[in-house]
């Protein structure tokens, strides 16, 4: 069992930063491909960016060139640093885990609570 719990969720201006961290226990997380998901009042949830165990990581378009994914596996932690927030960007954060590489919700075994992002424009 993996257990996440993320924070550093917040209310920021437009044009603004905050970074998410997700802190992981029970099991290292060192082989696992970690994601960042996020949702909107009544929208489904959509992949936000994922670190796969390798290194490799790979962004929503919506988030390309301003959010960034990093991993200290040391602290058994990951983050998301995002830049240049967009109203767009307002939803609940939350990250997950996965034996898999996907960017499919479902495909992700373990889940944090999630973190609130609210962009005011």
């Known amino acids: 069992q993996v257990q996440l719990v993320e924070s550093g969720g917040g209310l920021v201006q437009a044009g603004g930063s905050l970074r998410l961290s997700c802190a992981a226990s029970?099991?290292?997380?060192?082989?696992?491909?970690m994601g960042w998901f996020r949702q909107a009042p009544g929208k489904e949830r959509e992949f936000v960016a994922l670190?796969?165990?390798?290194?490799?990581?790979k962004y929503a378009d919506s988030v390309m060139g301003r959010f960034t994914f990093s991993r200290d596996n040391a602290k058994n932690t990951v983050y998301l640093q995002m830049n240049s927030l967009k109203p767009e960007d307002t939803a609940i954060y939350y990250c997950?885990?996965?034996?898999?590489?996907?960017?499919?919700?479902?495909?992700?075994?373990?889940w944090g609570q999630g973190t609130q992002v609210t962009v005011s424009s």
């Open positions: 670190n796969r165990w390798t290194g490799t990581k």
């Open positions: 997950a885990a996965t034996l898999n590489y996907s960017r499919k919700w479902l495909d992700y075994d373990y």
């Open positions: 029970g099991r290292t997380i060192s082989t696992y491909a």
